[in-house]
Each structure stands twice: as C-alpha cells, then as structure tokens.
C-alpha cells in the first residue's frame, strides 16, 4: 500500500520517542500497546508484525525471529526470518497479552502473535496517535497521518541518531531493520539537523576563524 513507503520519502515524518510512549500510555487496549511498542521497539514493518509467530518468541534471549519479507526466497520457500532483539518491558507485555489472550481464548488456533490484518494495524496506530493530539507527522507543506511505517521510522531515527556514526553500530541497525544496503540505513542520519555536524565541525575547527553566520536578507 501506498502508505506504507510515504515515511520514507519525508525524512520528518517519524515521531520523538516521548511521543511513541505518549501513545502507548494513553492506549486503553494491551493488544494495541504490544503493537505500538513492537513497531517502535523493534523497528519491523508492519506485514513483518503481523506475520511473526508465536512460537517464534526466544524467551530465554528476549528475542524474537520475524518474517524478513523483503528477502527473496526460492519459489515454494518459507520466507526466512531474522532475529531482532526487544528490551525486557516489551517482553513483558508480550507474556502478558499471550496470557489475556488464552484466558478470553480468542483466536488460539492462529498461530500468529498479533492475528490481525495490515489495515486494521494501520488504524490502531493512526487512533492512538489522535487520541493524543498527533494527527499529522512530516513536511508542514505535505503532512500526512501517522501510520505504521511511521514508527518504523522513528525506531531507525532515534537508533541512527545515537550511533554517531560508528560503522558497527549501523551495522547492528541495519541487520535488525533488514536493510539490504547499510546505505539505507545511514539515510536516516540526515533526519537530525545536528547530526550532519557531529564529527564534521571538529574535522575543520581550527582551521577557519570561527564566525557566526548571518543572513544578508
């Protein structure tokens, strides 16, 4: 779909992690919170989430294996699937939406941790982003509604943003984000202003007289 790919093409269109923590604190439902905090926490794309399979939870290394869907597979094949890793708060909410889903026995028989559609997804994350006055992300002059490519977007921008740059850090982040060129992944460190600075400005201090730039209007 469409907006599925909107994010990427705006570099502004991602969320501040106190944001994404807004939304899950004022979501009422648990299965909507695991969602939120899956597409944040573990950067995946939304057919990823919704195709990962319970019994693809490594409890004992709070990991999980998703679906890597952009990978090409041999006709026939299950698609292979990668290993991300989530902090234990997610895990908890994990354990715990398992629990509440077996105590009011819904849908036991789909093997699928969110058993859910792609556009029903899409809806959870749009409302959760109204119900806290968040009806917009990205360029002021082209906005768009926030959506579930959007938290994948801001999982890469709050990442990158704290890697300065440091190659197996990106690494890391690309192989978690199953990017298949680093390339990709080091876009998103446009996203922050101050990162385009960060190493560039100690490269040519002292060099140049230091000036304050101002504009001839």
Known sequence: MPWEHVAMKDPTAYLKAEDVLEMI?????????LIIRMLFTGGMRVS??????????LWDENC???????KRREPGKPPRKRKIALEVGTFQMIADWINLRRAKKWRLRDPR?????????????REAA?????????DPSNPH??????????????RVSRS???IEVLSRIQEAMGHSDLLTTTSYLHTDPGELHRGFDEVWDGVFPKKVATSKG
């Open 25 to 33: 604190d004022e979501e009422p439902v648990l299965r909507n919170k």
């Open 48 to 57: 990823e989430l919704c195709g990962t399979l319970t019994r693809d939870i």
């Open 164 to 166: 300065q740059g440091r």
């Open 113 to 125: 941790l969110i058993p859910l559609n792609r556009k029903r997804v899409y809806h959870i994350v």
């Open 145 to 158: 509604y926030p959506h579930p490519h959007t938290l994948r977007h801001s999982y890469a921008t709050h």
């Open 64 to 70: 999980i294996l998703i679906p890597w869907l952009k």
């Open 130 to 138: 109204e119900r806290v006055n968040i009806n917009q992300v990205g």
